[in-house]
């Protein structure tokens, strides 16, 4: 258990330090995540009502 979570760990920051020196897919990758945020957001003000779901 403990040692997939240091391979995950691994991949996982290997991965952000590509990211950091590939500066256009970072910055896509910020754009992405603030849209889905924003339009987790909208939904929750429009259907706080009738939404079972809250995220």
Known sequence: MLHKQ???YA???SYMNSLK???I???RLCNKIS???L???R???ATRKNSIYTF
């Open 43 to 45: 939904n929750k003000k």
């Open 6 to 8: 240091k391979i995950v």
């Open 39 to 41: 339009y987790i957001f």
């Open 35 to 37: 849209t889905v945020i």
């Open 25 to 27: 897919a970072y910055s």
């Open 11 to 13: 991949i996982f920051y």
């Open 21 to 23: 020196f590939n500066a």
